[in-house]
Every structure is written in C-alpha cells, then in structure tokens.
C-alpha cells in the first residue's frame, strides 16, 4: 500500500517540480500563473489568523481557525454538508417509494427524466428571484444538485432486486412491511450509498458556484473576489483547498460505505 502510494505521488510531485522551474525561468507569467512555491505561502498565510490572539475576546481554538481560509472553508462545508442532508433525506424516501410502485414509477418518471438533465447551475436566476440573497439560494441549488443523483441511484436499487430474493421471501410468507425491510432495502443499498458518494461530489461543485453569486463568504466568493485583483495566487490556493475537502470528504464516504457494506462482501462476522 505504501509503494502504491508513493508511486501515485510522483506524477503530481514531477508536474509541480515542472511548474515551479517553468515559472522561475519565465515560461509562465506570475500574474498569470505564480509557481507553486508562491502559492504555498499565499495558502498558508490565508490559514493564520488576521488579528493577534487577545485571551479575554475568544478563545485560543477559535482564534486559531479565524484566519480567512479556514472560515470560508467552514463556510463551504457547512453549505455542502446542510444541503446534501436536504437533497439526500429528500431523495432516499422519494427514490424508495417510486422503486417499489410500478404505478407511481409510471407516473412520475416523464417528469423526472426532464428535470433530471437540467443543471443546477440554470436554476441560479430563479433560485435568487425565490429566495433572494444569501444561504437560502445556496442550500437550494446544493440540495437540488445533490437530489438527482441519489434519486436516480435510489430507483435503480430497489428496481434492480433480484426476483429470486423476492419470490424467496413471498414464499418463507414474508408480508410487504417484511418484504421491504429485510429484502429491498439492503439489495437497494450498495446503489444508494453510491448515489449519495456522487451526489456529496456534485454538491461542492453547485456550491462554489453559488457562492460566486448568492453569498459574501465561502470558498468560491473568495475566488472570485481573487479575480478581480489578478490574484491568481489566491485562486489557486482556493481550487487547492477544495481539492482537500473534497478529498477528505470522499474519502469519509468511501469507509461508511465500506463499513455498511461489509456483510454485501462477505466480511461481516
């Protein structure tokens, strides 16, 4: 595992060595491109704190992460992570109850196969009309860019269950209360914790975008306010910081869903 990831590390470690010699011996503009070294400082002064620790303000771990990247990254993910709980807590019930009636299935999938390809980005006119400025426009497109995703996974789950298991079931007189909570749902859930994976990746896409136009802090507001002045040092410590988050947070869906999987590989003692 060790050797795997140090063999994952050369690529990007080369590319950056690469950057920083073309940067240096002005193949590449600073304005335009700063080597990664000029962006390391611009990221790690955007971590300390803007005013000297004063013990009868705040406390010392709040001073600590007041610094401006850390708020805007606490900004982010508390968007993301409020509206994937809206989009999601929306998705799964709806997802399960039009996966198990063919009827409501019938009647609603036109509807769904139309908004389902619609960006969340298209709705940003009509979520400030709706909500005006602020969380609200955020958390709603957010929530929207999350739904989709695990709506669609949700239905292909309980559509997708093995006849044998259910005819088993019916035949051991499984009741429908039964059917459902004891076949459909675990057969359903490997798609469903997938569906949530992408959606929790869709959500920081939507809510970068979001914050460039409906609030005053968070990640992508402070990227876009790097742009007008040309700090594209700035700018790239932002897309660095996402990148982290992004990681961080996948990697943390990557073990729930590996934990409550187990018994779906066999390693459930």
């Known amino acids: 595992m060790r050797l795997s990831s140090l063999r994952g590390a050369l690529v990007p470690v080369g590319l950056l060595v690469l950057w920083e010699i073309l940067s240096r011996v002005g193949v590449f503009s600073p304005i335009v491109l700063p080597p990664p070294s000029a962006v390391a400082v611009k990221w790690y002064a955007g971590l300390l704190p803007a005013l000297p620790y004063e013990p009868g303000q705040e406390s010392y771990l709040a001073w600590i992460f007041s610094g401006e990247m850390p708020h805007d990254a606490a900004s982010s ?35 769904l196969q139309v908004l389902r390809p619609i960006p969340p980005i298209a709705y940003i006119p009509l979520a400030i009309v709706w909500f005006g400025l602020g969380n609200p426009p955020a958390l709603f497109l957010i929530a929207l ?48 914790l997938a569906g949530m994976r992408i959606g929790i990746g869709t959500a920081f896409i ?36 996402i990148g982290i988050l992004g990681l961080i947070i996948d990697g943390a869906m990557s073990r729930l869903n590996d934990h409550l999987l187990r018994w779906h590989r066999g390693l459930e003692r």
């Open 77 to 111: 993910l508390t968007r993301v992570l409020a509206g994937f709980v809206i989009g999601a807590g929306l998705a799964v019930p709806t997802g399960l109850m039009l996966g198990t009636s063919d009827r409501l299935y019938g009647l609603f999938n036109p509807l």
């Open 145 to 192: 860019g999350t739904f989709f995703p695990v709506l669609v996974n949700t239905i292909a789950g309980v559509r997708q269950v093995d006849s044998i298991y259910i005819r088993a079931a019916r035949n051991l007189g499984a009741n429908s209360w039964t059917m459902f909570r004891r076949v459909i749902l675990p057969a359903a859930s490997p798609y469903v």
């Open 206 to 241: 939507v809510v970068i975008v979001a914050e460039m136009i409906a609030v005053s802090d968070g990640l992508g507001y402070r990227i876009l306010e790097a742009r007008e002045y040309m700090w594209s040092d700035k700018i790239i410590g932002g897309m660095l910081t």
